[in-house]
């Protein structure tokens, strides 16, 4: 079961700051391969956690390593085994081994520094390089001579590791056991009894290393001693232990030192070799070259710091004698640190994407900084590259985060790529950079957008109802949801005009629809407004109001107005035989309920062809005589009038005129009456037809009769126009028209009687109509009151 380390300051775990981080920190113990599932340590009971704090904390655990060894059970906040934990794996070479993680909560977003030591366990036994050794004993050796054995390697550390050897029993040698500080142990085949290689010239021995784990493990050696010849000196190091440092990277072949050693005999004997006797042990022989000769120590390999600190070799000089002798000694290489590797950043918890509308210090994402080196090489700072709105934060050490500090806006900076610089205090520094790359969310801050606060629509009347009449369109910032817009009439005006019934838009598309076809000639414009929501939470809107302007259409032919009837009718006007050259025979007057061009008409002569007696201005309507008459004129002049508007296409309207060449103007005065008579007393002619048709029954008088009630039949339907209606003539000059409750007055003077007489037929003008009057010759005013109580004066 997992144990918890105590902390240097006894068991106060309380909660160091109610800030965004605390830089308290959390230790545990646990035994190395310890079963996935064991616990470490309750969490939540260390932080103070409540059940509910620990639901929504959302705590998880993180660190910077491939495996993650441990994770942390939500429910009840215990710490657990997740990957089999081995210390010689994790810590090679280390006495102290630890793992370092991050405990991070969130609302608010905290972080928590756990340390979890890692205890050794006897989880691996001693192992010799080799199975079996040779030793070469000269049979004249001292006893007490000694001869140093090659040492066991064991994985585990402290008492795990050896620390004992045992030989098995024998006549002639003792083991002697010495510890070398706290580091290793080593064993040295002691003689204590002469040797004789006639009796014996081999002994086997067997070597044991035992560790101190309970249960200990072992691991053997076999040693073969051959008794040889005597060589009676033994070659001599100059010292017993040699002590040297190298700068970590060192060229390869570089000098490491020069061993000496000496051998007082002569020949053979005296001439010394060099070697490793443990190269087995961290190495050696891969790291490091010996010459034998020389006794030079070169470096064989690349020396990293961060893969050891220190080397023990392990030498021997040996002489050339039979059999030889040989000396050992130790070399200690202490490796001095460069700063040759760069700080390393890694990013966790990183919160992406992040809302435009983050407060100021909202985590973003925590960063741990690294560096391998040790000492002031080791020691690291960090800081931000450029401008973002973004800042680095120290937490602990090595540990920093990086929160919000400015205003986002994703409709200008949609992501940055926040640049992270970690530096490192060694000389030269060194530095490393890693790019965070943060999208930014949209929030729904931005409204749609018209084009302008008025829009102006323009619609030909007669348009079928179901014309898109416009498409409106709105521009909105953000993206998506908050970008997709619903369009709606405002009720407010809509309830004013009946727009309701007039238009309608599409609420996805924004097309505005007409209901209805419109008349110019009884709505011109009218106004609503459109509001264009978005679909974003709240929602944001706009407004625009359309104007919607109705464009006149040629629709509508020319009317002649009275007194002139269109063709089909009879008009007759009567000439004095000695009327001048200019003498005013008529003035047609038309009216065209088009506006603009459609409404401009021009008047012309259409029959009879060739005729040069009358001329009619084009503008005005007056008919005038363009000569004098001769006597070869006709008496009477048929005249076909072309009222014509300037639309496209254009319409026209005719009226048929018979001017009468008379012999005086007295004998206008006389048709003038005769003819208002006769309009009095057409309902009495009308009554004798119809009782003389009744009485006549031969076949000869009925088609007569019939002839005579077709061509009458045709006189009353041109008089229809006018027999209703009386017109009054008084004395002063005036006369009246009245038809029904409609009554006009007009007054006029003597020498206006043709040309300044204008009588509206029914049903112009409307009702509604307030006042007519004369002005002049050629003008005439009215006032109307339109349905939607607009005033329209007329001329």
Not at 595 to 607: P, R
Not at 653 to 675: K, P, Y
């Amino acid at each position: 079961m997992a144990v918890r380390e105590q902390l240097d300051l006894g068991l106060i775990f309380a909660v160091l700051c109610l800030c965004d981080w605390t830089s308290a920190q959390i230790s545990y113990t646990i035994s190395e391969e310890a079963d996935k599932g064991t616990v470490v340590g309750n969490i939540a009971k260390d932080l103070n956690l409540s059940e509910k704090r620990l639901h929504s904390s959302g705590l998880q655990i993180t660190s910077g390593y491939e495996t993650r060894y441990f994770d942390v059970d939500l429910d009840s906040g215990v710490l657990l085994v997740n990957e089999r934990v081995d210390r010689e794996k994790l810590c090679p070479n280390n006495a102290r081994c630890s793992l370092d993680f991050e405990a991070v909560l969130n609302n608010p977003r905290s972080l928590h520094r756990i340390e979890i030591l890692i205890k050794d366990i006897n989880d691996n036994a001693p192992v010799f390089m080799d199975k079996m050794t040779t030793i070469d004993i000269i049979e004249s050796s001292n006893i007490g001579e000694r001869h140093p054995l090659p040492s066991a390697h064991d994985a585990d550390e402290g008492s795990n590791s050896v620390q004992i050897y045992k030989l098995s029993p024998n006549d002639y040698f003792t083991l002697d056991s010495q510890s070398i500080g706290d580091e290793s142990v080593s064993a040295e085949l002691v003689l204590q009894k002469a040797l004789d290689r006639e009796k014996q010239s081999v002994v086997d021995l067997t070597l044991t290393a035992v560790d101190g784990g309970k249960p200990p493990k072992s691991g053997t050696l076999q040693i073969r001693v051959k008794v040889l010849d005597a060589n009676d000196n033994s070659p001599t190091f100059s010292k017993s232990l040699y002590k040297v440092q190298v700068v970590e990277n060192t060229n390869l072949g570089s000098h490491l030192l020069t061993l000496e050693a000496s051998d007082v005999d002569e020949g053979v004997n005296g001439q010394v070799l060099f070697s490793f006797t443990d190269r087995g042990r961290l190495n050696i022989d891969e790291k490091f070259a010996l010459n034998e000769n020389t006794g030079e120590i070169t470096v064989k390999a690349i020396i990293d710091y961060e893969e050891s600190k220190a080397f023990e070799i392990r030498v021997q000089a040996r002489d050339k004698g039979s059999p030889p002798r040989s000396a050992h000694s130790k070399v200690l290489v202490e490796v001095l640190d460069v700063n040759d590797n760069a700080p390393e950043i890694t990013v966790s918890s990183l919160m992406s994407p992040v809302k435009e509308d983050a407060e100021l210090g909202t985590v973003v994402a925590m960063v741990t900084i690294t560096d391998r080196d040790g000492g002031k090489n080791g020691q690291t700072n960090c800081k931000m590259i450029g401008y973002a709105p973004f800042r680095i934060k120290s937490n602990y050490k090595n540990y920093y985060s990086l929160v919000v500090d400015g205003r986002l806006d994703r409709e200008n900076v949609s992501q940055y790529n926040v640049s992270i610089m970690a530096i490192d205090e060694g000389s030269p520094s060194l530095t490393s950079t890693n790019v965070i790359q943060i999208q930014v969310s949209d929030v729904n801050d931005n409204p749609p957008c018209f084009t302008g606060d008025v829009i102006d629509v323009y619609v030909k009347e007669n348009r079928l109802p179901g014309t898109v009449m416009k498409s409106l369109t709105t521009t909105d910032s953000d993206i998506e949801e908050n970008a997709k817009v619903n369009f709606h009439l405002m009720k407010a005006l809509a309830k004013d005009n009946q727009v309701q019934s007039m238009v309608n838009i599409n609420s996805d598309t924004g097309d505005i629809v007409s209901l209805q076809s419109f008349d110019f000639e009884k709505l011109k414009t009218f106004q609503f407004k459109v509001q264009a929501t978005d679909s974003g939470v709240p929602p944001l809107s706009s407004n625009v109001t359309v104007n919607v302007f109705i464009l006149d259409e040629n629709d509508n032919s020319p009317t002649i107005l009275a007194p002139y009837s269109e063709l089909g009718s009879v008009n007759s006007e009567n000439i004095p035989y000695s009327a001048e050259a200019g003498y005013f025979v008529a003035k047609i007057r038309a009216v065209d309920a088009d506006s603009g061009y459609n409404a401009l008409l021009s008047y012309h002569l259409s029959e009879p062809k060739g005729n040069n007696l009358f001329r009619i201005g084009t503008s005005s309507g007056e008919i005038r005589t363009k000569r004098r008459m001769s006597d070869n004129d006709l008496k009477t002049h048929p005249l076909v009038v072309l009222v014509s508007d300037n639309g496209e296409p254009s319409l026209s309207a005719t009226v048929s005129i018979d001017v009468v060449v008379v012999e005086s103007s007295a004998d206008i005065q006389t048709q003038f009456r005769h003819v208002t008579m006769k309009e009095e007393n057409f309902s009495d002619l009308n009554l004798y037809l119809l009782i003389a048709i009744v009485a006549v029954s031969s076949i000869f008088l009925l088609s007569l009769v019939t002839l005579i009630a077709v061509r009458c039949h045709r006189t009353d339907s041109d008089f229809s126009r006018y027999s209703p209606p009386m017109i009054t003539t008084h004395p002063d000059g005036s006369w009246s028209y009245s038809k029904s409750t409609q009554q006009y007055d007009v007054c006029f003077s003597s020498d206006t009687l043709k040309s300044d007489v204008v009588v509206f037929p029914a049903p112009f003008p409307p009702v509604d109509a307030e006042l007519i009057s004369i002005n002049g010759g050629d003008t005439f005013t009215r006032t109307q009151t339109l349905p939607n109580k607009e005033k329209v004066r007329w001329k």
